[in-house]
């Protein structure tokens, strides 16, 4: 397995161990839980998550590297479109349900969470159904381009605090100091962890920017630094970064689900069916009818990716949980408002069930009657796809 | 008819609630301020329109000045035209008279009806205002963001007023069935309320009335069902004083001194509850 099965394997179980906790705990004792849930809201959301989207970070530099599944742009393409066309048709769900009440001005800020995809339930799902196949980079590759669009949309619309001009120059200050680093050939990831990121982290901080994507612009040159003539490979340094993060980073995803996932069950309202609807049918339809218009004009669907695999790919990412959880507390502020949608992005782990069920309907992946049609599609897929990439398993 | 009044519980005990009141009885001190309450009123249904009209009916006896609304205050459509029909025509005879609304805002209420004049809200999500000896701090409970906690604790640590009173859409204590309490607001607002001795706090969202037994010091009241009503959605707990949710009711408030006096009155003119609060006896 490459870095981002791994770390989607290793992390899988610490989310759903926190969030179920937390649904328990804000249940039975709410008063308790909101008191731990808002004095570790800082150090977990704009801390700990620093690591995790680190992480995430250096798989896709790591992929769009040359031999990644994103070094070319042929590659990237279909899945991009799907991306997209998932992302507006859970934007126009959200909103065409919000419009059927008059909830619209108070829930509006919570479309973006309707758009994400849970990168780690959504992998051991794909993988539990195809095991080895061609849909699975496909998934991966579309999951990151829809988180990256969520996150640049709500850092661009929905700043966290007042902007300050300071900041900007902060992370420009950070980012100097990574490329001085990296010019230095410094072989120890740590410089630019705590000097450069640390710069980075308070600029986004002062810039209303969520601190949580501080070591985002940090990242790509820690990863490029091995290939300029540096004493460790491309791989050594992202191995030592992902070998020493891994265990912190598993403990702070325990803690966000922790943290964010506690919602108590009559905070159900609109906004969680207004989520609800966008993911669960909205996003797949949108990424279904984009795919299908990517296609008359001429691009391919990857070797071994038919419609039913499209289609159970495509509810397989309608699963929004842990970053639609990230998502709504980046773009909303505490209150009734967020708790709803909040609730709307767990209720979005019935996409799974969505997904099992349809394969199992379409008779794909684990559930094909047909050994050797597992076979050669898993054959065809391991030839498509380099070990190298994003999602070669 | 089911009427249920909760059991004016433990008041006498607290040396707080000193016993009911006449209905809507003013007091003699001339410079007393005198208010009405509603929430969830703007439904524009036939039901609205009674307690607007038991409003007008109450004000011939009990001259209140303006009215707080606790959000929700138009439902449905937001155009021009629904204003009119929710607001300002059952309304009217107290808007001509002079009477000023101060609105906050609920989740079916449109942001920018804050720019709406007849609800002086100057534009703003949160805002205070002063009478006589009273401060009002307005909230938007919808969205508690950080820069509306900075504003609401500096505002508070800045009022010399005898009387603190606070108002907004979602309650912090509530034994509603539908909505009930908000914890996860109250967590964040209830230390700055209590840190700055707020007497008195008005809630809407859930369609009932409810009077709560005092917490940590503060006043609560439940008047959410100015234009609707949760028949039977009350669940009254230990931290009940009394509650109605048989039919659509208001409050009724006079300030005088250091005397607060409230009544609650159903949408047919029956009193349903009543008390005093006398300011220095906190609980």
């Known amino acids: 397995m490459t870095r981002m099965p791994r770390f989607a394997a290793r992390h899988f179980i610490a989310f759903p161990i926190g969030a179920l906790v937390a649904l328990v705990w804000a249940n039975t004792q709410p008063e308790t839980y909101y008191v731990f849930a808002r004095a570790w809201s800082f150090p977990v959301n704009d801390l700990g998550m620093v ?18 599944a994103l070094h070319t742009w042929r590659r990237m393409a279909l899945p991009i479109v799907a991306a997209v066309g998932g992302m507006m048709g859970a934007t126009f769900a959200y909103f065409a349900y919000l419009r059927t009440g008059d909830e619209l001005s108070v829930l509006s800020r919570g479309w973006p969470v309707a758009s994400a995809v849970d990168l780690i339930v959504g992998y051991v799902l794909v993988r539990a159904i195809f095991r080895r196949h061609a849909a699975i980079p496909f998934f991966l590759l579309l999951g990151v381009a829809a988180d990256v669009c969520g996150a640049v949309v709500v850092e661009l619309l929905y700043p966290v605090a007042d902007q300050h001009l300071a900041g900007v120059a902060l992370i420009a200050g950070g980012v100097g100091i990574a490329v001085a680093l990296r010019r230095a050939v410094v072989t120890s990831f740590w410089p630019y962890v705590l000097i450069a990121g640390g ?12 601190p949580a994507f501080a070591l985002v612009p940090i990242i790509p040159f820690l990863v490029a630094h091995g290939q300029s003539g540096s004493t460790i490979s491309h791989d050594q340094g992202l191995s030592r970064f992902d070998r020493v993060w891994s265990v912190p980073s598993q403990v702070g995803l325990l803690l966000f689900g922790l943290v964010n996932a506690g919602v108590m069950f009559k905070d159900v309202g609109t906004a969680t069916k207004a989520v609800a609807i966008a993911a669960l049918a909205g996003k797949p339809l949108g990424m279904l009818a984009a795919v299908g218009v990517a296609i008359a004009c001429g691009l391919h669907m990857p070797r071994g990716v038919g419609r ?86 | 008819m089911r009427i249920i009044v909760v059991a004016l519980v433990a008041i006498g005990s607290a040396g707080v609630l000193r016993g009911s009141h006449p209905a809507a009885q003013v007091s003699a001190m001339p410079e007393a301020l005198r208010f ?12 609205e329109y009674e307690v607007a009209h038991q409003m007008v009916a109450v004000r011939e006896r009990f001259p209140f000045e303006m009215v707080l609304m606790l959000g929700d205050n138009i439902y449905g459509g937001q155009t021009p035209k629904d204003f009119v029909q929710k607001f300002e025509a059952p309304y009217r005879p107290l808007l001509e008279a002079g009477v000023r609304f101060y609105a906050s805002l609920g989740n079916h209420d449109n942001q920018s009806n804050r720019f709406y004049k007849p609800f002086n809200m100057d534009g703003e999500r949160y805002y205070t205002f002063a009478k006589r000896n009273v401060r009002f701090f307005v909230l938007d409970s919808d969205y508690f963001d950080d820069r509306q906690r900075s504003w609401i604790n500096d505002a508070l640590r800045g009022s010399r007023d005898e009387w603190k009173i606070c108002y907004f859409h979602h309650p912090l204590y509530s034994n509603g069935g539908r909505h009930g309490a908000q914890v996860d607001l109250r967590v964040m607002l209830e230390p700055i309320l209590t840190r700055y001795g707020v007497d008195v706090v008005f809630s809407g969202h859930d369609h009932v009335y409810e009077r709560l037994k005092p917490q940590r010091g503060i006043h609560y009241f439940v008047s959410g069902a100015a234009g609707q009503v949760r028949k039977g959605n009350l669940r009254p707990s230990d931290s009940t004083a009394a509650g109605f949710d048989q039919d659509q009711s208001f409050m009724l408030v006079e300030v005088a001194g250091g005397t607060f006096s409230f009544q609650a009155i159903s949408r047919t003119g029956q009193t349903v509850d009543s008390g005093v609060l006398q300011k220095g006896s906190r609980p």
């Not at chain 1, 992480?55 to 530099?61: E, F, R, W």
């Not at chain 1, 959880?325 to 408002?337: C, E, N, Q, S």
């Open chain 1, 199 to 210: 710069f980075s982290w308070w600029g986004f901080f002062l810039s209303g920017l969520h």
């Open chain 1, 51 to 68: 690591v995790f989207f680190a992480l995430v970070t250096a798989d896709i530099v790591d992929a769009a590297a040359p031999s990644g």
């Open chain 2, 36 to 47: 009405a309450v509603i929430g969830d009123n703007g439904t524009g249904d036939r039901f």
């Open chain 1, 308 to 393: 039913r695999e499209l289609v159970v790919v495509a509810l397989a990412s309608s699963t929004a949980c842990s970053f639609g959880l990230f998502l709504a507390t980046a773009a909303m502020a505490p209150g009734p408002a967020l708790a709803e949608t909040k609730a709307g992005a767990l209720v979005t782990v019935g996409g799974a069930l969505l997904a099992l069920t349809t394969a199992r309907a379409l008779r794909i992946g684990r559930f094909s009657p047909n050994p050797a049609a597992k076979r050669t599609r898993h054959d065809s897929a391991r030839r498509a796809v380099s070990p190298r990439s994003l999602a070669g398993v």
